[in-house]
């Protein structure tokens, strides 16, 4: 009875908190744009006219594509120059908004320009920061943050024909082949090949309902492509005429959009190469997955438009031990898997009809990967993977700590500070979310009627 009356009380209340809170935000808002003036970068709001055209104009995956006021940012910015970044990121911190940074969008879920949270959120659009600078003579490039890749090729091949120290004629083929081909004893045997070929030679595989799509790049002649996959890779039966000799910058473009005479200006489309839902995965394999598996898995690929890309480690990387840094790109690995799930129906609920596949055929696929972890690419955004709610007490932890006591700088995967310092910049509040979310616990518990919305 006593926690019944005292949830009343708080649901009695719950409106004047609101009020009171929607009044503070206001002051803080405005208080957050006088800090602003100072430095006035160019600011959106959701009454700007221009604001849905850039808030979209990066939404590399359009799963998370919502009319919903809710989840968007309630101010976006946009700086012209660094100063304006500079101050952009101070006044934020100073005002304890939650602020996201987003340079190209292409997170797999979304988390530069989205939040999981209930919490109001700024957009720090980079943009217009874009600046490449190439330094031919020394060998080097400032590239700023706002630049996309195809941006930084298209520029080093306006300054010089070498990208890195490679021939001035590459080779690239694709070749497909179905299952009535052996594709799956050639993917079988692409597993054993590839990561140990010519360190100029690159051959990926891309998996797609039952065709596997070889697909290479070779820094040299045909003629000398030819011999070498002759040698190595004879059952994927290579022909001459499947090989095409280009610039390297051609390559580029070629792989980008997978057309052979394209212009090199197509890598300055920001568009993005994902225009659909999707939901991406990844894993990496450091033991060759047996023939009746790879069966198995194009088995799972008839139920789902599901692309899988298997790109082969070794060369270098093999040449790096695993103890000397923290990051994939070392000994010990065959290939990495990325999976990209279409999710073309729309609606919620299909939505998450195909997630929960591929969240099946994930756990399949626990059996052949990694193990001790499973290993992931951080890159492939995949919040499956986990939260950071919890700290686990690292050295990592400790260290941000340090150098951003107030968890600022803070997204859902990111590393927490293992001790919040208290009254640190940067801790934001969010009183009516947790108002919200606290009441809502307690009517739950005392069995009366929600009232707040589903939880």
């Known amino acids: 009875m006593a926690l019944q009356s005292l949830v009343l009380v708080l649901l009695l209340l719950f409106p004047i908190f609101i009020t009171l809170s929607i009044a503070s935000q206001n002051t803080t808002n405005e208080s957050f744009l006088h800090c602003l003036s100072h430095h006035p970068p160019p600011t959106y709001t959701p009454n700007t006219t221009s604001y849905n055209t850039l808030f979209h104009s990066t939404f590399h995956n359009l799963r998370f594509a919502t009319s919903d006021p809710a989840a968007e940012p309630i101010l976006i910015i946009a700086p012209a120059n660094e100063a304006q970044a500079q101050a952009s990121v101070a006044c934020?911190?100073?005002?304890?908004?939650?602020?996201?940074?987003?340079?190209?969008?292409?997170?797999?879920?979304?988390?530069?320009?989205?939040?999981?949270?209930?919490?109001?959120?700024?957009?720090?659009?980079?943009?217009?920061?874009?600046?490449?600078?190439v330094d031919v003579k020394n060998g080097f490039a400032w590239v700023q943050s706002?630049?996309?890749?195809?941006?930084?090729?298209?520029?080093?091949?306006?300054?010089?024909?070498?990208?890195?120290?490679?021939?001035?004629?590459?080779?690239?083929?694709?070749?497909?082949?179905?299952?009535?081909?052996?594709?799956?004893?050639?993917?079988?045997?692409?597993?054993?090949?590839?990561p140990h070929l010519d360190r100029r030679l690159f051959v990926r595989v891309l998996l797609s309902g039952s065709v596997a799509s070889f697909s290479s790049m070779f820094l040299g002649a045909r003629e000398e492509l030819m011999r070498i996959m002759d040698r190595r890779f004879p059952e994927l039966g290579l022909k001459a005429k499947d090989c095409v000799e280009m610039s390297w910058i051609e390559a580029a473009v070629y792989f980008a959009v997978n057309e052979i005479g394209r212009p090199a200006e197509v890598l300055l489309d920001r568009s993005g190469q994902f225009t659909y839902p999707?939901?991406?995965?990844?894993?990496?394999?450091?033991?060759?997955?047996?023939?009746?598996?790879?069966?198995?898995?194009f088995g799972w690929l008839k139920e789902e438009t599901l692309l899988m890309v298997m790109d082969p480690w070794g060369g270098r990387m093999d040449d790096v031990q695993e103890s000397e840094i923290p990051?994939?790109?070392?000994?010990?690995?065959?290939?990495?898997?990325?999976?990209?799930?279409?999710?073309?129906?729309?609606?919620?609920?299909?939505?998450?009809?195909?997630?929960?596949?591929l969240r099946r055929f994930y756990e399949y696929m626990g059996g052949y990967v990694s193990?001790?972890?499973?290993?992931?690419?951080?890159?492939?955004?995949?919040?499956?993977?986990?939260?950071?709610?919890?700290?686990?007490?690292?050295?990592?932890?400790?260290?941000?700590?340090?150098?951003?006591?107030?968890?600022?700088?803070?997204?859902?995967?990111?590393?927490?500070?293992?001790?919040?310092?208290?009254?640190?910049?940067?801790?934001?509040?969010?009183?009516?979310?947790?108002?919200?979310?606290?009441?809502?616990?307690?009517?739950k518990k005392s069995g009366l009627p929600l009232t707040l919305g589903d939880q």
């Open 371 to 443: 193990k001790g972890p499973r290993r992931a690419y951080l890159n492939y955004r995949d919040l499956d993977l986990g939260w950071n709610k919890e700290g686990n007490g690292t050295s990592f932890e400790e260290g941000e700590g340090v150098v951003d006591p107030g968890n600022f700088f803070r997204n859902e995967q990111s590393i927490p500070p293992l001790i919040v310092k208290v009254g640190a910049v940067g801790i934001t509040k969010c009183i009516d979310a947790q108002a919200k979310t606290i009441t809502t616990h307690m009517v």
């Open 92 to 133: 934020a911190r100073a005002h304890q908004f939650n602020l996201r940074i987003r340079s190209g969008g292409h997170d797999y879920e979304g988390l530069s320009y989205r939040t999981l949270g209930d919490c109001p959120f700024v957009i720090l659009d980079l943009s217009n920061l874009r600046e490449i600078y």
């Open 327 to 357: 990051f994939p790109h070392r000994a010990g690995n065959l290939y990495n898997i990325l999976y990209v799930l279409m999710v073309g129906e729309s609606g919620r609920k299909a939505s998450k009809r195909h997630v929960e596949w």
């Open 278 to 297: 999707f939901k991406g995965k990844s894993d990496f394999v450091r033991e060759p997955i047996p023939e009746k598996a790879v069966e198995a898995i």
């Open 146 to 194: 706002g630049a996309i890749v195809g941006e930084l090729y298209y520029k080093i091949a306006q300054a010089s024909k070498t990208y890195v120290p490679v021939p001035p004629v590459v080779t690239v083929f694709t070749a497909n082949r179905t299952l009535e081909q052996r594709a799956t004893w050639l993917v079988h045997k692409w597993q054993t090949v590839a």
